[in-house]
Each structure stands twice: as structure tokens, then as C-alpha cells.
């Protein structure tokens, strides 16, 4: 396997997959990471090491994890030769289900047009028409919705008295839980089929505040205050978050890969992550 992008998630299914006994390259820009892509059981590469190209060609799956710019896709501007050839059993691109844009709270699934709003949801909708376009590559595409797991979660938020349950009527979000993620990778890389698109989310899009309130209820901590959105001091970044409001349909994953999830709603994450965090 080999992973342009070797970061949160990727790490996970890098241990995952040498656990299993595959051999796993996995790229960043920075040396410092080169560690904790080790630890994580990948071979780490800079993505400018001259070995690249003769590695990629070497490897039978690759995993894109890197994200595009207002350039497009940097894997592909750079290596699109060795990807025409096409010698590939499975090439996995994660994508966001920003693409999708907003639909008012209504539910989307794969086959839903796209109509993304944010720059992100832009960028990430051409780079998945890019690749799309390259002949008879076995392309698996999956729409993530946001990510949550060990280290990434509410709790150091709601620890440190910062929190705050911003209100915004209606507003829901899907997410999912990273070993989840590696769940349906590891399903779409042993169907192996041609290609598809999934989204991969959990049963339940709920509102943000209700999970920052599960979460310092968890914490035995009290209720971070309620906010108006309108009243939010929110970077550019996080009013992006805001700015689409959809439910993410996930039924493609669970009848097409057989996948039955480890956490079907943000409860139960939640609930193991504290486990895992408290030591319980």
C-alpha cells in the first residue's frame, strides 16, 4: 500500500494493515513526522524522495489522502503517467461530503448532485472529476463526514472551560468515527471491485451542541453556556462549518461492503473514547 498523505487516518489504517502483513510507504512534507508515521507501521517518505515514483510503481494499492489546492490535485499533477498505466488493483481517494453543499437539513447519498459552496467542497469536487477522469483506473472514492477518534474529540475543548454550544436552528452534522473510516477501507480493498463512491458516516447527523453537551456530561463537568451562531467569535475556518447543513445517507457502505459500524451514533464514540482517555 502506498499512502500519499500519511496523516490522522491514514495512520490508522497504516497499523491496521501491517497488523495484517502488508508492506505500507506513507509520504508527508515534513521530517519531523517521520516517527509517527513509523510508529504508525509505514515506511515514511518524503513526497519529493526521488524513490517515489519507483515505489508507487512497486506498490498494488495506493491510498490518496492528500488534499487538492487551487492548483487541483497535487498526486496527480505529478505522477498521472504512472497512474495511466494503470497496473493498479485499488486506488482509494478520500474526499469529503462537502462536496455536496448544503440541502437545508435534507438527507444526500451518493447519487445526490453536487453542489458544493465552500472552497474546500470545491476543490475536493474537481479533484474527484480529475480522477474520475483517468481510463479504466479502479477508482474508490469516499465522502468522508467529519472525523473523530483517540486525540481528535470534544473533551480536551470541554476540559479546558473553552466550549461553547453554538446554536444555529436546525443545524445538523454528520461524522464518523476513524476506526470506522478504516473499517470501509479495509471492506472496498477486500470486495475488490472496479470502483465506487461511498459515504462514510454514521446512522446519526445531529446537532454540534448536543454532542459538546454529551460530552462534558461524560466529563461530569457542567454544560458549557449556549451561544447564538450569530454571536460566535468563529475563525473563517469554523463559520465554514456552518455554512452547510445536510444529513449524509451511509446505506452504500453497509449493502455494497458489508460494513456494520463499531460506532453508529457520536453516544457511542463518545463513550469509548472516554474509556479509552480515562483509562477505564
Known sequence: MFIFGAGYTAGYLSKTLTEQGWTVYGT???????????????????????????????????????????????ILNDYRSIFVLNHFEWVGYLSTTGVYGGTKG???????????????????????????EV?????????????????????????SGKAQRIIKKDQ?????????????????????TDGGIYNVC????APPQDVIGYAAELLDLPIPPAIAFKDANLSS?????YAENKRVANERIKSELGVSLKYPDYKAGLDALIRLEEGL
Request: hydrophobic share 35%; with cysteine.
Open 172 to 192: 445538523v452534522f454528520s461524522r464518523i468515527h476513524v476506526e470506522d473510516i478504516v473499517q470501509a477501507l479495509c471492506a472496498s480493498i477486500a470486495a475488490g
Open 135 to 159: 481510463s479504466n483506473l479502479p477508482l474508490h472514492i469516499f465522502r468522508l463526514a467529519g472525523i473523530y477518534g483517540p486525540g481528535r474529540g470534544p473533551f480536551s475543548k470541554v476540559k
Open 237 to 241: 475556518m469554523g463559520k465554514s462549518f
Open 28 to 74: 508527508t512534507r515534513r521530517q519531523e513526522r517521520f516517527d509517527e508515521i513509523t510508529q504508525a507501521g509505514a515506511h515514511p517518505l518524503l513526497i519529493d524522495d526521488p524513490t517515489v515514483p519507483e515505489r508507487l510503481s512497486a506498490c498494488s494499492h495506493v491510498l490518496i489522502s492528500a488534499g487538492p489546492s487551487e492548483n487541483g490535485d497535487p
Open 202 to 205: 454514521d446512522d446519526y447527523p
Open 106 to 132: 435534507e438527507w444526500v447519498d451518493e447519487d445526490t448532485p453536487l453542489y458544493p459552496t465552500t472552497t474546500r467542497g470545491q476543490q475536493r469536487k474537481l479533484a474527484e472529476e480529475a480522477w474520475s
